[in-house]
């Protein structure tokens, strides 16, 4: 298998299912997110503010387009909004297998309510703003994953469990 690529809504649980399937797969770990913040030397909510969504989402897109050509056997956690993009979508489905982690509203607001980091939720009513853009969203994760993997009520090893089980149906 080439590559493992975790998507979904921020709060899914990419990044903390990703690290610990990594070390179980004996793979690397790349979360998107921290490479581009590596790579610019500004936090995401800096490049929002200063730059915008945009720019940020061109970042994104040069990003995968590289990571065709470098990235190989690894467990790659992706921004949630990185699936806006059709040009992403058909990336991420080259760079290799896709498995959206999903969750409720409800579970996504209690693990992100208390976190200032995500600018997609910054400003206003963090509900109606999680609502809106799960709902926005919602289709073109199903439209870009192989896998669906529910988080909600499960531990981070029954999701592994779950992603080992639906993984070895693809090869």
């Not at 797969?25 to 936090?43: A, N, P, W, Y």
């Not at 503010?49 to 690894?74: C, H, I, P, V």
């Not at 853009?133 to 439209?143: G, K, N, T, W």
Request: net charge neutral.
């Amino acid at each position: 298998m080439k590559n493992l690529i975790l998507i979904g809504f921020m709060g899914a649980g990419k990044t903390t299912v990703g690290k610990l399937l990594a070390r179980e797969k004996e793979m690397l770990f790349v979360d998107t997110d921290e490479r581009i913040v590596s790579e610019q030397g500004r936090e995401i909510p800096d490049l929002f503010s200063e730059k915008g969504e945009e720019y940020f989402r061109d970042l994104e897109t040069d990003l995968l387009e590289r990571m065709l050509e470098d990235t190989d056997q690894a467990v790659i956690s992706v921004g949630g909004g990185m699936p806006v993009r059709e040009r992403n979508r058909k990336l991420l489905r080259s760079l290799g297998l896709v498995v959206y982690l999903s969750a409720t509203r409800q579970t996504i607001l209690e693990r992100v309510k208390n976190d200032g980091s995500r600018p997609m939720l910054s400003g206003g009513d963090l509900e109606r703003k999680v609502e809106q853009l799960m709902r926005e969203r919602e289709a073109l994760y199903r439209q870009t994953a192989h896998i669906d993997v529910r988080t909600d009520g499960r531990s981070v090893r029954q999701v592994l469990k779950i992603i080992g089980q639906e993984t070895r149906k693809f090869g």
